[in-house]
């Protein structure tokens, strides 16, 4: 299962709501969650099965979708929120990630 | 704290082989599904393999399939890929994760968990 994200970069500033994309090549139900990684570090979870939010993520961001077609909000950027953000398919094996969305600085 | 370490990356010849661990500590180890996540310098992230909480259950990616075998010792509260024939394509940093949920049979119904534990990862190089 292929997933694409969109877009691939963005710039923004501190305050403005931010929007990423990712679809799947086929239906994934609500098997998906987004990771945020900054440079030098590990992923983080951040929304599992498609709208979760993991335990201790700040309530700015939010997940939807369900099917082929899903969204990461920021609903008010923030100065730690400059990373890069990864879609993961949960659907079926082989397992593949987005090709990821890197949030900089406008 | 609940942490994962991962270990044993170095540079190693085309061809070559090598063996990764990962110590996790901070949580019941035999509980939990885990997995192999690689990060080419650079470039985003792919999942290499997965190991069910018990260790009879695994799959991998077709990229590494054949060359690659996950495996587990709960008794050590220990994961580890061994990895053959490496290619210079398997260059990356390589992550090792636990999966979200506890006693999850996700796997049984070919579904996943998330990945909510990642380690800071171990550089493998393959290089002549």
């Known amino acids: 299962i292929q997933l694409t994200q969109s877009p691939s970069s963005l710039s923004a500033s501190v305050g403005d709501r931010v929007t990423i994309t990712c679809r799947a090549s086929q239906g994934i139900s609500s098997h998906l969650a987004w990771y945020q990684q900054k440079p030098g570090k590990a992923p983080k979870l951040l929304i599992y099965a498609a709208s979760t939010l993991q335990s201790g993520v700040p309530s700015r961001f939010s997940g939807s979708g369900s099917g082929t077609d899903f969204t990461l909000t920021i609903s008010s950027l923030q100065p730690e929120d400059f990373a890069t953000y990864y879609c993961?398919?949960?659907?079926?094996?082989?397992?593949?990630f987005g090709g990821g969305t890197k949030v900089e600085i406008k | 704290e609940v942490q994962l370490v991962e270990s044993g990356g170095v540079v190693v010849q085309p061809g070559g082989s090598l063996r990764l661990s990962c110590a996790a500590s901070g949580f019941t180890f035999a509980d939990y599904s885990m997995n192999w996540v690689r990060q080419a310098p650079g470039k985003g992230l792919e999942w290499v393999s997965f190991?069910?909480?018990?260790?009879?259950?695994?799959y991998s990616a077709d990229s590494v399939k054949g060359r690659f075998t996950i495996s587990r010792d709960n008794s050590r509260d220990s994961l580890y890929l061994q990895m053959n024939s490496l290619r210079a394509e398997d260059t990356a940093l390589y992550f090792c994760?636990?999966?979200?949920?506890?006693?999850?049979?996700?796997?049984?119904?070919?579904?996943?968990?998330?990945?909510?534990?990642w380690g800071q990862g171990t550089m493998v190089t393959v290089s002549s």
């Open positions: 190991i069910n909480w018990d260790g009879d259950s695994t």
């Open positions: 993961q398919q949960l659907n079926r094996y082989p397992l593949t």
């Open positions: 994760t636990k999966d979200q949920f506890r006693y999850s049979t996700s796997w049984y119904k070919g579904l996943a968990d998330a990945f909510d534990i």
